[in-house]
T-cell receptor
Framework: AQTVTQSQPEMSVQEAETVTLSCTYDTSESNYYLFWYKQPPSRQMILVIRQEAYKQQNATENRFSVNFQKAAKSFSLKISDSQLGDTAMYFCAFMKSAVQGAQKLVFGQGTRLTINP | AAGVIQSPRHLIKEKRETATLKCYPIPRHDTVYWYQQGPGQDPQFLISFYEKMQSDKGSIPDRFSAQQFSDYHSELNMSSLELGDSALYFC??????????FGPGTRLLVL
């Protein structure tokens, strides 16, 4: 079974700073996807970024980028120029490749990020 | 862009009652997933459907059942509700079975 671990329950930074959220995972699969989802106080689950394991290039979406280290099974999220609206719970998630049917997301415990003015 | 629609958004039930949660996936999406998120917890997978057939099953109680209809919407039926069923229930949908987009969730409170 796959497991996802987020070792930082809470983090807090000042607006405009850069912050990195850590995530490690355990799997014997060779083909899979990794995601970061954001859950603001409204509790909506919002996709932040996605990484395919077969791609060596790290994914980037505007101010959000990842550092994907496949051998180390590490998948960290970097938020640059942090904004007040980035305040949320961030979940790292793993999903096997859909070789046979739809695959579930396995989530980490989450990191509560607070951006201070 | 159209998103996943869930109804109702809030639901209050008494113990032992029945609840039905509905999910309307993003247009053209063929896969629906259900997750349960308890207070202070990460979402836990319940069940998924691909092309109207059950695809995978997680830690879903026997008191719960679900199906996907011909128009791809899905319903989660919950019977004999217990206090511990109080949670946020998410539906997500995908087209390529790679990226799941979540609905706003249904907040269920069992009294």
């Amino acid at each position: 079974a796959q497991t996802v671990t987020q070792s930082q329950p809470e983090m807090s930074v000042q607006e405009a700073e850069t912050v990195t959220l850590s995530c490690t995972y355990d799997t014997s699969e060779s083909n899979y996807y990794l995601f970061w989802y954001k859950q603001p106080p409204s509790r909506q689950m919002i996709l932040v970024i996605r990484q395919e394991a077969y791609k060596q290039q790290n994914a980037t979406e505007n101010r959000f980028s990842v550092n994907f280290q496949k051998a180390a099974k590490s998948f960290s999220l970097k938020i640059s120029d942090s904004q007040l609206g980035d305040t949320a719970m961030y979940f790292c998630a793993f999903m096997k490749s859909a070789v046979q049917g739809a695959q579930k997301l396995v989530f980490g415990q989450g990191t509560r990020l607070t951006i201070n003015p | 862009a159209a998103g996943v629609i869930q109804s109702p958004r809030h639901l209050i039930k008494e113990k032992r009652e029945t609840a039905t949660l509905k999910c309307y996936p993003i247009p053209r999406h063929d896969t629906v997933y259900w997750y349960q998120q308890g207070p202070g917890q990460d979402p836990q997978f319940l069940i998924s459907f691909y092309e109207k057939m059950q695809s995978d099953k997680g830690s879903i109680p026997d008191r719960f059942s679900a199906q996907q209809f011909s128009d791809y919407h899905s319903e989660l039926n919950m019977s004999s509700l217990e206090l511990g069923d109080s949670a946020l229930y998410f539906c997500a949908s995908s087209l390529d079975q790679q990226t799941q987009y979540f609905g706003p969730g249904t907040r269920l409170l069992v009294l």
